[in-house]
């Protein structure tokens, strides 16, 4: 309740009990504005905290969202690589001469 609305009830219930009534309830009343107070300024820093927050996490979207495109994706290089590391089939002939022995 904002305080402006506070004090207009505050005055509606001098007018309707009157000034001596009125003031055996003051100390209620006066209860009920630090209450009230209270309650608005912890409102106030709670949607400072919520606005921080928010501040905060789109920066950090934002940080991820970069770093995500700064890294590598896959490249078509690995195909070329298997080709060449295949296995190449073994020849005996190639190690033995005509006789049958090993080359030097």
């Known amino acids: 309740m904002k305080e402006e609305d506070l004090t207009k009830l505050t005055e509606s219930i001098k007018e309707k009990l009157g000034e ?3 003031a055996l309830i003051a100390d209620d009343l006066g209860i009920l504005y630090t209450n009230n107070k209270e309650v608005v300024n912890k409102m106030s820093e709670q949607e400072k905290e919520i606005a921080r927050l ?3 996490n789109e920066k950090l979207v934002l940080a991820n969202g970069s770093l995500l495109q700064q890294v590598p994706m896959g490249k078509s290089e ?4 298997e080709e ?3 296995k ?3 020849d005996f002939s190639e190690v033995f001469d005509s006789h049958g022995n090993f080359k030097h």
Do not use: G, L, R, V
């Open 20 to 22: 001596e009534s009125s």
């Open 54 to 56: 928010k501040d905060t």
């Open 78 to 81: 690995p195909e070329k690589q």
């Open 84 to 86: 060449s590391t295949k």
């Open 88 to 90: 190449k089939s073994f």
